[in-house]
Structures are given as structure tokens and as C-alpha cells.
């Protein structure tokens, strides 16, 4: 019977971690999520590729003067997640389930990534519970609806498959992972480099010249793999490369660095939290490495992704989500570290430390995932994406140029859209004959999403409110009001009435 139980007992994480994964992805196909207000930008030319074979972004004329026009290629960020969105278009079809599944299985395929890394970082811990554990924490923490869950994964098996160089041609398998991190996302690709770098250089027992040439290696396959991805849309444009280019120079530019982080602080401040935890972890556990003589192992876990994050903060506006890239690292690098070090180990008062700091900042960090459960969890029927999208369609004739955001979901194939979270160039003002926009974000219930300053003034001339769906009600617990906005599907619809 004992043996019996202990041969069952490793079983118990795996299908707790299962169970869990599976039921994420059944609440996200029952409720389904609010976009990302990014959702757009990074989806449009992957549905418009599925849906009528351009990959192409009509509805983001107006973000930069891109050259080539954007309505005819989109080359101004790497093509793999629209591209991959695209694929799983074609094969699954568009609609706000798709859109919300394919980011839910990116999600659930990130947490098994970070699992999987944790394993590789403690072969000699035979539980199976640490190993969850860290798949566990990332589930409800980065951005969702943009690239960075799958240019982590890519950066997470790069760097797998540095722990063990002996085996197989691993800076070849590093460098082509490095670059699919590349065409999926250049900041993510840039972070996982450095920590992949780091780990090469700290390998023992080579010799300074084989780890360089390793390093060398790994740069130029890493290169040939986001050439290879952008030569598709060169063949449609040879000077598609001048939207690249273009777009990065802009997010190079940067703001007051208190303005845009006090921005970021409003928009994020559960996100940074949890970044911040893993953070203080890391600096924990260093503590217990200097004691325990650890110390070059510290170094090759964590310096690495500590110094991007510090070059992340000094160089982005704000950017929060960019932090969390190492996150998953810095994650599975943690909990592997935690489990090592507790079990005989004299020091353990910084590693409980570490272990609860590492919790609490991601649990906190959760809050804003949790919130949006229970809010879409919470919609009333006709604020729920079906009837409101139905309401909508009678409302919006087809073919009519639409000013929208998240209804872009509702109305892309049927209406040329423009998108309502840029600033469209007056010259376009003329072509738009309706705007549909949610309160979603707005802060007031009843209240739909204000207009770019620009275009406030003659929204406010030559456009007349025809429906109004808004929700009124934020979502409340116990008589608290928990959010500020009144969330929901249903939507405000503006007419064209004069020229």
C-alpha cells in the first residue's frame, strides 16, 4: 500500500496544475474577456490575412505617416504572433471566442513553459509541487491580447536549452528559438538574449573562446531566423522595412521618465507589484547565496534578467508590461532556487522570506485578472458579447466605415473600421460614417470611451447619438464598489450628420 501511495504521489501536481489550466480555458470559453486596448494593432493583419489574404492593417491608418502604407503591408512590428493568429484564424474562424481562446492557449502554453524551466533548473529535487508552483504563479500575471506570452515561450526554451551544453547542438537550438523570440517580439527577444548570454558565459569548464564563438553562433542564427520571418512581406514591398524602422525610432522616444512611469503606476500598478516581488525575491536569495557560498550560481540565474529590467525601466515610457519579460524567468529561476535551498539547509530564514515575498507579489499582481473574471463572469445578458454585437449589427449598416475599438471584433470583414484608441489624421475624419465605442476604461459608468483630442471637437459637430447600450452598473461586492467604469459589451452609436 505505501509503495503503491508513493508511486502516486508525484501525480498529485501534475494534475492539480492540469485541472487548473483546463478550467482557465473553460471560464475564458464561457465568458470570454475584454480586449486589450493593443488587441488591434497586433491582430488586425493576421485577421485580415485569414479573412480576405492581405496582411494588412487598414484600420491603424493614421498611427505613424508608415511608408509603405500600412493599409497595404503591415511590417511596422514582427510578424509571428499576427501571423500565428492568422493560422489559427483560417482554421478555427474569427469572432470574439477565437480571439479569446487563442490568447487563453498562448497563456496556458506559457505556464507549461515556466513548469517545464523550473524542472530543468532543479533535476535533483524530486517534488513535483515546486515545479507547478511556478507554472501556477504566472497564469494570471503580464499582458493578454498582445505578443509577449509567446515571445516569452520563445525566450524560456532558448534558454532551457543552454543548462545542459554537453548534449546536441544547443546553441544552434538556442539561437533558432532566440530568433522566433525576434519575430515575436524584439524587446523580449533583446531580454532573453542577455539572459541566454549570460548563460553561456558563466558555463564552467569551456574555455573563454569556445563560449564566445557559442555566443557568436547563437547571434547569427538568431538573426537569420528574423530575416527569414520578414522576407514574406518584403516580397510584397521591398521597402516594408522602413515601417520597422520607423515604429522603433518613435518607441525609442522617451517622455519625462517620472511623467510616463506615474502613468504606468495608474494603468499597471498590480503588474509592477508582482515584477517588483520577483524582484525583491531575487535580491533575497542573493543573501542566501553569499552565506551559503552560492553565489555563482545566483549570478548565473538572475544577474542577467535584473540588469534588463533595470535598462527596460531607464529606457521605456512607462511600459510596464516590458518588465515583466523576465518574469517567467525570474519565476521558475525562484521557486528552483527556493526548493534547493530548503531542504537541509541552515540559512532558511531569507529563503522563507524569499518564498512568501515571491507569493504575495504575485497573488497581489493577480487582483487585476481576478477583477475581470468576476466582471465579465457578472455581465447581464444584453451587456454579454452575443446581444450586444447582435444590437450593434442592427444599427450599423454593412459596409459603412466604422470608428470603433473593442467592436472591432464585431464588425472587421463587414465594415472598413478604423481604430478608435490612435489618433486618425483629419484627412480620414470625412470617410467615417459611424463611431461605436463601450465605457469600458472610461472611469464613469454610462460614459463611453472619450475621443483622441484631436478628433473631440468634430465628433461633437457632425455626429448625433442614435443607440445607447452603455452599461450603468460597475461591478460591486458586498455593496463596495470595485470598479470605476461600468463594464460591458454594449456600446454607443454615433450617426454622420453633416458633411
Request: proline share 5%.
Amino acid at each position: 500500500m505505501s509503495s503503491a501511495t508513493e508511486k502516486k504521489t508525484p501525480r498529485l501536481p501534475c494534475y492539480v496544475f492540469t485541472a487548473v489550466m483546463v478550467a482557465y480555458l473553460g471560464l475564458v470559453a464561457l465568458h470570454g474577456r475584454l480586449l486589450n486596448i493593443d488587441e488591434v494593432f497586433y491582430k488586425a493583419a493576421g485577421a485580415h490575412w485569414a479573412l480576405d489574404g492581405n496582411f494588412a492593417a487598414p484600420e491603424l491608418i493614421g498611427r505613424l505617416p508608415f511608408d509603405p502604407p500600412i493599409e497595404k503591408i503591415f511590417a511596422c512590428y514582427p510578424p509571428l504572433y499576427p501571423f500565428s493568429f492568422g493560422v489559427f484564424t483560417r482554421v478555427f474562424g474569427f469572432g470574439h471566442l477565437q480571439v479569446c481562446l487563442f490568447d487563453a492557449m498562448l497563456r496556458v502554453l506559457l505556464c507549461v513553459v515556466t513548469a517545464h524551466t523550473a524542472r530543468r533548473l532543479m533535476p535533483n529535487v524530486s517534488s513535483a509541487w515546486p515545479t507547478a508552483m511556478a507554472g501556477l504563479l504566472v497564469l494570471p500575471l503580464g499582458a493578454i491580447g498582445r505578443p509577449d506570452d509567446l515571445a516569452v515561450v520563445w525566450g524560456l526554451l532558448a534558454c532551457t536549452r543552454l543548462l545542459d551544453y554537453s548534449a546536441g547542438n544547443r546553441g544552434l537550438q538556442a539561437g533558432v528559438l532566440l530568433g522566433l523570440s525576434a519575430a515575436t517580439s524584439l524587446v523580449a527577444a533583446a531580454v532573453f538574449a542577455v539572459i541566454a548570454t549570460g548563460l553561456v558565459l558563466t558555463e564552467t569548464g569551456v574555455s573563454v573562446g569556445r563560449r564566445m564563438g557559442r555566443v557568436t553562433l547563437m547571434g547569427i542564427v538568431s538573426a537569420v531566423v528574423l530575416v527569414a520571418a520578414f522576407i514574406p512581406l518584403l516580397w510584397v514591398d521591398g521597402h516594408a522595412w522602413r515601417q520597422i524602422v520607423n515604429h522603433g525610432v518613435d518607441a525609442l522616444r522617451t517622455g519625462g521618465f517620472w511623467e510616463t512611469w506615474s502613468e504606468g503606476w495608474r494603468n499597471g500598478r498590480y503588474l509592477i507589484v508582482a515584477s517588483g516581488g520577483v524582484i525583491v525575491t531575487a535580491l533575497l536569495l542573493l543573501t542566501w547565496a553569499i552565506r551559503t557560498g552560492s553565489g555563482a550560481l545566483w549570478l548565473r540565474w538572475f544577474l542577467a534578467a535584473l540588469v534588463m529590467i533595470v535598462m527596460i525601466v531607464l529606457q521605456t515610457r512607462g511600459k510596464y508590461y516590458y518588465v515583466w519579460f523576465a518574469g517567467p524567468w525570474l519565476v521558475a529561476a525562484s521557486v528552483a532556487l527556493i526548493a534547493q535551498a530548503w531542504g537541509g539547509c541552515r540559512h532558511r530564514a531569507p529563503v522563507f522570506t524569499a518564498a512568501a515575498v515571491l507569493v504575495c507579489g504575485c497573488v497581489y499582481g493577480a487582483q487585476f485578472w481576478v477583477v475581470e473574471r468576476l466582471v465579465v463572469a457578472s455581465l447581464p445578458t444584453e451587456q454579454r458579447f452575443d446581444a450586444a454585437a447582435a444590437r450593434i449589427k442592427m444599427v450599423v449598416p454593412e459596409g459603412a466605415t466604422i470608428l470603433a475599438f473593442e467592436h472591432w471584433v464585431t464588425l472587421v470583414g463587414r465594415n472598413p473600421i478604423r481604430d478608435h484608441t490612435i489618433t486618425t489624421p483629419e484627412s480620414t475624419w470625412g470617410s467615417i460614417d459611424y463611431i461605436v465605442l463601450t465605457g469600458n476604461g472610461s472611469r464613469a459608468p454610462g460614459v463611453a470611451q472619450p475621443h483622441p483630442p484631436a478628433f473631440a471637437e468634430y465628433a461633437a459637430k457632425h455626429f448625433e447619438r442614435i443607440d445607447d447600450n452603455l452599461a450603468r452598473e460597475p461591478l460591486r461586492l458586498g455593496g463596495f464598489r470595485i470598479t470605476n467604469s461600468a463594464y460591458g459589451w454594449g456600446a454607443v452609436v454615433y450617426r454622420r450628420v453633416s458633411p
